[in-house]
Each structure stands twice: as structure tokens, then as C-alpha cells.
């Protein structure tokens, strides 16, 4: 399974920007997909995951601003980010769950200027 996430970039404060990120590879279907982001000195956090259902879980930081959705037709999940914030300024990975197996994306880097 090979996940290629785009869509990183750079915003001001206030801005909004979309994450997106497609599965390939030879799988018979996704269970969990979802994003994650690590900011320089800190530990990978969890951002958003959304289940093959629809069901969604947010970290506090992100609630209210953040959207996340999939396309399972696509095996392509989705981040919308509103209200970006400077504190948001990360590398951000999609993942996606395969019976039981975690499979990473190689990361899209969010800079969010002040």
C-alpha cells in the first residue's frame, strides 16, 4: 500500500488549506484512514481519523477548524483546515489502517506564517 499526500504549503494565519491523500497498492478495501503532523522537537500527535463508516474523532487542538472526510471509491481521505494557526506549522502524514497494519504517507510540510 502506497500513500501519496499533497497539498501542503504555505498560509498566513487565518488562511485555509486542503490535504489530501490517495491510497494505491494491491488491497482488497481500507478501514481507517486519518492525519497526523509533527512539529520540529515534538512527537508525531494525532490530528483527525475517520472510519470507512464516516465516524470522526479530532484532537482538541483542531476542533471546530479541521475537517476531515474520504472518498473511499478513491481510497483518498481528505483535510480541510480553516482558521490555520502558526501553532499548526507541522509535517503532516496521512495513514491508513489495513487489517490491523498502519501504513504511512511520506509527509507534506504546513507552515502556517504569523
Known amino acids: 500500500v502506497q500513500l501519496q499526500a499533497s497539498g501542503g504549503g504555505l498560509v498566513q494565519a487565518g488562511g485555509s488549506l486542503r490535504l489530501s491523500c490517495a491510497a494505491s497498492?494491491?488491497?482488497?478495501?481500507?478501514?481507517?484512514m486519518g492525519w497526523y503532523r509533527q512539529a520540529p522537537g515534538k512527537q508525531r500527535e494525532l490530528v483527525a481519523t475517520?472510519?470507512?463508516?464516516?465516524?470522526?474523532n479530532y484532537a482538541d487542538a483542531v476542533k471546530g477548524r479541521f475537517t476531515v472526510s474520504r472518498d473511499n471509491a478513491k481510497n483518498t481521505v481528505y483535510l480541510q483546515m480553516n482558521s490555520l494557526k502558526p501553532e499548526d506549522t507541522a509535517v503532516y502524514y496521512c495513514?491508513?489502517?489495513?487489517?490491523?497494519?498502519?501504513?504511512w504517507g511520506q509527509g507534506t510540510q504546513v507552515t502556517v506564517s504569523s
Open positions: 495513514n491508513a489502517v489495513l487489517g490491523g497494519t498502519y501504513y
Open positions: 497498492g494491491s488491497f482488497f478495501r481500507i478501514d481507517g
Open positions: 475517520i472510519t470507512r463508516g464516516g465516524n470522526t
